[in-house]
T-cell receptor, first 115, second 111 residues
Framework: KAGVTQTPRYLIKTRGQQVTLSCSPI?????VSWYQQTPGQGLQFLFE???????NKGNFPGRFSGRQFSNSRSEMNVSTLELGDSALYLC??????????????FGPGTRLTVL | TQLLEQSPQFLSIQEGENLTVYCNSS?????LQWYRQEPGEGPVLLVT?????EVKKLKRLTFQFGDARKDSSLHITAAQPGDTGLYLC???????????FGAGTQVVVTP
């Protein structure tokens, strides 16, 4: 099976712009989670989608949003970019849909740099 | 919030030496995962432990889950330069799709 794929791998934007990141989970996986990773904060949970519904959300401002399509592919959007949004954005998929997070499989990430 | 504390934060050793990384919490986790991450890449799953007291071996890596399911350790025997990376432990919380991650242990193995 192909692994989790994320596009693009690298992105450079300027403050105030918006950005959309894409994630394709492992075939058959219906739950997709997003994380932000920075040197100072480590991996921080953004949100989780299952069957096109957001079931959980981390402590991030409303500028961060996401969605999931019927084929389980997911996108996340960040509007009005700030310098502090520079980070590695990771997508993870999991085969089960249970409340307790199951083992997650990560994509390579999208490195976002905000200038 | 269930917090996971990893120690040490940084470990630098010579090839052939052994090392142990610890992951501790005051909370009980239903399962715990260990990942290794290389610069600019996503974390790669090494193992999932579920049962208290469980020991799993993956070649030169040995993983242990504490009896009370609050802590875990990763032991590498005869480390090699290819073992270099950021080792992350993550616990399964009672929260849809969310893993609680430790801050990570950066391991550097020099030839």
């Amino acid at each position: 099976k192909a692994g989790v794929t994320q596009t693009p791998r690298y992105l450079i934007k300027t403050r105030g712009q918006q950005v959309t990141l894409s994630c394709s989970p492992i075939s058959g996986h219906r739950s997709v989670s997003w994380y932000q990773q920075t040197p100072g904060q480590g991996l921080q949970f953004l949100f989780e989608y299952f069957s096109e519904t957001q079931r959980n959300k981390g402590n991030f401002p409303g500028r961060f949003s996401g969605r999931q399509f019927s084929n389980s592919r997911s996108e996340m959007n960040v509007s009005t970019l700030e310098l502090g949004d520079s980070a590695l954005y990771l997508c993870a998929s999991t085969p089960s849909g249970g409340r307790r997070a199951d083992t997650q499989y990560f994509g390579p990430g999208t490195r976002l740099t905000v200038l | 919030t269930q917090l996971l504390e990893q120690s040490p934060q940084f470990l630098s050793i010579q090839e052939g030496e052994n090392l142990t990384v610890y992951c501790n919490s005051s909370s009980v986790f239903s399962s715990l995962q260990w990942y290794r991450q290389e610069p600019g890449e996503g974390p790669v799953l090494l193992v999932t432990v579920v049962t208290g007291g469980e020991v799993k071996k993956l070649k030169r890596l040995t993983f242990q889950f504490g009896d009370a399911r609050k802590d875990s350790s990763l032991h590498i025997t005869a480390a090699q330069p290819g073992d270099t990376g950021l080792y992350l432990c993550a616990g399964s919380a009672d929260s849809w799709g969310k893993l609680q991650f430790g801050a990570g242990t950066q391991v550097v193995v020099t030839p």
